[in-house]
Antibody
Framework: EVQLVESGGGLVQPGGSLRLSCAASGFTFSSYDMHWVRQATGKGLEWVSAIGTAGDTYYPGSVKGRFTISRENAKNSLYLQMNSLRAGDTAVYYC?????????????WGQGTTVTVSS | NFMLTQPHSVSESPGKTVTISCTRSSGSIASNYVQWYQQRPGSAPTTVIYEDNQRPSGVPDRFSGSIDSSSNSASLTISGLKTEDEADYYCQSYDSSNYVFGTGTKVTVL
């Protein structure tokens, strides 16, 4: 069974840092692009970052320079290092697998981990 | 960067048909594939349509997708509405290393 399990969420003060992890199983992790997508309470989905199979990384302007996505294929794991956190970064963070069909979509999602930025 | 705009909400009775639009603000809707995700309350999103009109295995054929270049929009149609279809639906597309989600539509089954 294909599965993504996020961890590492929690309460952090503004300006602080947090590292999220995503454990993948049931598929050849190294062969897939991977993403982080977040959702603030009552709001829509927002793409946060992507990493390709070659380690190439992509970010929207809202997190560029503050967030770093990485992967460790030997451990079937995806990470998101978040620095200089702001109240606006408070959200559920989902790990998602990039679709293998070349559609630039996501085909499998984890259940999410909650990040709260507050003093 | 472009935006994808959806109606805030739609509602219909069981057994009826609803169509959700997703309008691209700039650039052609046909230039990159559109996906549709369903998110039930308290759950993670799941894919119901990929590559404009393809259904993943396990998604019933009551769900269909299309694009219309004349209106620069994509549409998700749910026919034979069931109470289990009550959820938020998001379109998503891509351009120039940027992944964009639509604003989301809440579907209520009356």
């Amino acid at each position: 069974e294909v599965q993504l399990v996020e961890s590492g969420g929690g309460l952090v003060q503004p300006g602080g840092s947090l590292r999220l992890s995503c454990a993948a199983s049931g598929f050849t992790f190294s062969s897939y692009d991977m993403h982080w997508v977040r959702q603030a309470t009552g709001k829509g989905l927002e793409w946060v970052s992507a990493i390709g199979t070659a380690g190439d990384t992509y970010y929207p302007g809202s997190v560029k320079g503050r967030f770093t996505i990485s992967r460790e294929n030997a451990k079937n794991s995806l990470y998101l290092q978040m620095n200089s956190l702001r109240a606006g970064d408070t959200a559920v963070y989902y790990c998602a697998r990039g679709s293998p069909t070349g559609s630039y979509g996501m085909d499998v999602w984890g259940q999410g981990t909650t990040v709260t930025v507050s003093s | 960067n472009f935006m994808l705009t959806q109606p805030h909400s739609v509602s219909e009775s069981p057994g009826k048909t609803v169509t959700i639009s997703c309008t691209r603000s700039s650039g052609s809707i046909a230039s990159n594939y559109v996906q549709w995700y369903q998110q039930r309350p308290g759950s993670a999103p799941t894919t119901v349509i990929y590559e404009d009109n393809q259904r993943p295995s396990g998604v019933p054929d009551r769900f269909s997708g299309s694009i219309d270049s004349s209106s620069n929009s994509a549409s998700l149609t749910i026919s034979g509405l069931k109470t289990e279809d009550e959820a938020d639906y998001y379109c998503q597309s891509y351009d120039s290393s940027n992944y964009v989600f639509g604003t989301g539509t809440k579907v209520t089954v009356l």
